[in-house]
């Protein structure tokens, strides 16, 4: 089937912490690649996309890269802020078809 | 920019009542989506258009309807609500070209009892 998994939450860190969240893939053809963040009481906002294999898109110190030999396309930041707390959602898309993972939730404490 | 807006924000219905829930951009996004969102599920897509007088089912269709009579448009409406339809509801829209973002609307908190 066509889905996305993502590394469950929540994830708790302190400021200035890495930051690693996983996101797999299944799809069928070349899908682009996505990653979003839900700020408390909004909607989903793009952080980065990536829409070829080895790719890397990045945004506000995030990136990820587009791995088709492992179907990954993990969220990283090498430092985190306090103002990083939120709900990140990895996302695939085929043609009209946007499907989400689960979401997981970080929290940086100072 | 007024982007994706949604309304209501929050609503309480009680079981078998309906209502609509509206969507509208000023983008003029060929693509509309609905989507809900169900704690540690992520979202799942209800219906989606991707055009005036177009609309498909998308992942959970079941027990809810849409219309698309314009570019700017696309409500959702429940007939007969459930508990099951308790959930946050977001409109997206997006160009419709491949690899393009979608934009979102702020949510519509809804509560069946």
């Known amino acids: 089937g066509n889905s996305v998994t993502q590394m469950e939450g929540p994830v708790t860190l302190s400021e200035e912490a890495f930051l690693t969240i996983n996101c797999t893939y299944t799809a069928t053809g070349y899908p682009s690649l996505f990653w979003y963040v839900q700020y408390p009481g909004e909607g989903l906002q793009l952080l980065l996309k990536?829409?070829?294999?080895?790719d890397k898109g990045s945004n506000k110190g995030f990136e990820a890269t587009y791995r088709k030999e492992t179907t990954s396309f993990h969220l990283e930041k090498g430092s985190v802020q306090v103002s990083d707390s939120a709900v990140y959602f990895c996302?695939?898309?085929?043609?009209?078809?946007?499907?989400f993972g689960a979401g997981t939730r970080l929290t940086v404490k100072p | 920019n007024a982007g994706v807006t949604q309304t209501p924000k929050f609503r309480i219905l009680k079981i078998g009542q309906s209502m609509t829930l509206q969507c509208t951009q000023d983008?003029?996004?060929?693509?509309m989506y609905w989507y809900r969102q169900d704690p540690g599920m992520g979202l799942k897509l209800i219906y989606y258009s991707v055009g005036a007088g177009i609309t498909d089912k998308g992942e959970v269709p079941n027990g809810y309807n849409v219309s698309r009579s314009t570019t700017e448009d696309f409500p959702l409406r429940l007939e007969l609500a459930a508990p099951s339809q308790t959930s946050v509801y977001f409109c997206a829209s997006s160009v419709g070209q491949p690899n393009t973002e979608a934009f979102f609307g702020q949510g519509t908190r809804l509560t069946v009892v």
């Open positions: 983008m003029n996004h060929n693509y």
């Open positions: 996302a695939r898309q085929n043609n009209n078809d946007m499907r």
């Open positions: 990536a829409t070829k294999a080895d």
